[in-house]
């Protein structure tokens, strides 16, 4: 006679106590890769390409700012002519300035060419300072923008895993944690899975079928990559 799940005998539920008490020791860990080893070496593998397209894209970045930042030169050349001149017309307009009656009227001209040269020093300093910036968001779209997106992708997964691992290891850990992942088992996408365990998983899940239960169990543990409890 098939016994229902209420009526299994007292050893199987303290055997399943056991379990589940023992699985309820390794959930606190967050396991951030599968015990599956051909999925955990695709994660790796994704580590790895996420990490070396960020040190591309960064270098990348970190050369066209290099490259915008070098336009920069021409605002410190005129910088440094307008300096030059004016401290020439500062000089002329202190010497002529120190002529009896004539000084003042021979100065004037000589401090407004000094004035220009300010202007120039003004427009050289100004090209520097839009090139800087201009050089930091280049840098930023080249480098950062893609990175970001590349760590977004790569941490999206990665924190899906590991919420799903934690639920199902959760689960494993409650009392009826087996039952449960069984049900998980039969409504996830892998039907082929569930069918593959008995031609009629779901009339033996509800027989409370411990064999079928168990191995139930072990195709939601897989699906989530996580490993049963030894």
């Known amino acids: 006679m098939t016994l229902s799940r209420d009526e299994r005998s007292p050893d199987a539920s303290d055997a399943s106590h056991g379990r589940e008490q023992e699985g309820g020791q390794q959930t606190g860990a967050m396991q951030i890769y599968s015990a599956s080893n051909a999925v955990r070496a695709r994660q790796v ?17 970190l ?10 030169e021409l605002g410190r050349q005129i910088e440094e002519a307008g300096t030059g001149f004016q401290g020439t017309m500062d000089d002329a307009s202190r010497v002529l300035g120190g002529i009896p009656l004539l000084g003042g009227a021979a100065s004037a001209p000589f401090d407004g ?4 040269g300010q202007t120039l020093v003004d427009a050289g300093r100004q090209q520097q300072d839009d090139v800087a910036r201009a050089a930091l968001v280049a840098g930023l779209l080249v480098g950062g ?24 290891r959760g689960l494993l850990a409650l009392p009826g944690g087996e039952d449960l992942l069984a049900l998980r088992a039969l409504t996830g996408r892998d039907a082929r899975a569930a069918l593959a365990v008995s031609p009629d998983p779901v009339a033996s899940w509800r027989a409370g079928d411990p064999a079928v239960v168990r ?16």
């Open 45 to 61: 593998a994704g580590d790895v390409v996420a990490v070396g397209l960020v040190v591309v894209f960064v270098a990348l970045g």
């Open 63 to 72: 050369a066209v700012a290099a490259f915008v930042g070098g336009l920069a």
């Open 113 to 116: 060419a000094a004035g220009a």
């Open 145 to 168: 923008l893609p990175s970001t997106v590349v760590l977004w992708a790569w941490l999206r997964g990665r924190v899906s895993f590991v919420r799903r691992a934690s639920s199902v």
């Open 215 to 230: 191995r139930l169990a072990d195709v939601a543990l897989r699906e989530a990559g996580v490993a049963r409890p030894r």
